[in-house]
């Protein structure tokens, strides 16, 4: 997933709660729940990918009296942060249509 090339909202904004419904399950609380897992599945990918970067960074012999300030990592933090959030994502890929959402008896006919 590219977070780069993403149009999801920056900022908080109020949903319809029928447009949730409608473009998910048809039950609201079960719509919920996939951008839930969707968000923090997001939200994992994202991390990782950060961890990655920051790690070359790093060095072993840091410590307390020894922290210095990196530009590129600031630059690599401050991107990142103004990324969209996991859950902005998650709803514009829902109302995109990019989002399937599989009960648990649909997948195993859909598997087997």
């Known amino acids: 997933m590219s977070f780069k090339n993403n149009k999801a909202e920056r900022t908080t904004q109020t949903r319809d709660t029928r447009s949730l419904e409608s473009h998910g399950t048809g039950n ?19 991390r990782e990918e950060l961890s990655s970067k920051l790690e070359e ?16 990592q600031i630059e690599i933090s401050k991107f ?3 990324l969209p959030k996991p859950h902005s994502v998650a709803v514009s890929e829902l109302q995109q249509d990019k989002l399937h959402v599989y009960k648990e008896g649909e997948q195993k006919a859909i598997e087997a």
Do not use: A, G, K
Not at 60 to 67: A, C, F, G, K, R
């Open 28 to 46: 609201l609380f079960e719509t919920i729940v996939v951008l839930s897992r969707r968000s923090n599945q997001l939200s994992r990918q994202l």
């Open 57 to 72: 960074f790093t060095t072993p012999t840091d410590s307390l009296e020894e922290v210095f300030e990196n530009r590129e």
């Open 80 to 82: 990142y942060e103004r």
